[in-house]
């Protein structure tokens, strides 16, 4: 059983091979507060699979991409969009903000200059 099957298993989120044309978020899957931020993230996505996740300890993750360093991934969450666009941080939650619906109320304040950055 593939690592991302096995931690979607434990944590029920739904992983890139659910939801293949979603938005991707790499997490740290051993860290409890990611793993529940993403949880959190998940039931906000609802049934709508606007959003699969996998964790950063994933080999898929390397392969996938590999210009994603493991220091990278390890400091911050990364949502890669499907055009191939990469966003880490805060800059991943204000990409969020415009997706997904409960968020919208944010996306207002996550959008004033100078808390927009472009995507890596």
């Known amino acids: 059983m593939a690592v991302a099957t096995q931690i979607a ?9 659910d939801n293949p044309e979603a938005d991707v978020l790499i ?17 906000l996505d609802g049934t709508r699979k ?3 996740f996998i964790s950063l300890h994933d080999p898929e993750v ?3 991409w590999p210009d994603l360093t493991h220091d990278m991934l390890m400091e911050q969450m990364y949502l890669i969009d499907r055009e191939g666009n990469r966003y880490g941080g805060a ?8 997706k997904l619906p409960w968020l ?8 004033i200059p100078p808390s ?5």
């Open 9 to 17: 298993a434990r944590t029920k989120l739904p992983t890139i091979f």
């Open 27 to 43: 997490y740290d899957g051993d860290c409890r507060f990611c793993t529940g931020q993403v949880a959190r993230l998940a039931r």
């Open 50 to 52: 606007r959003l699969a």
């Open 62 to 64: 390397a392969r996938r």
């Open 91 to 98: 800059a991943a939650f204000r990409y969020l903000s415009r």
């Open 104 to 111: 919208w109320i944010l996306a207002p304040l996550m959008h």
């Open 116 to 120: 927009c950055e472009a995507p890596l």
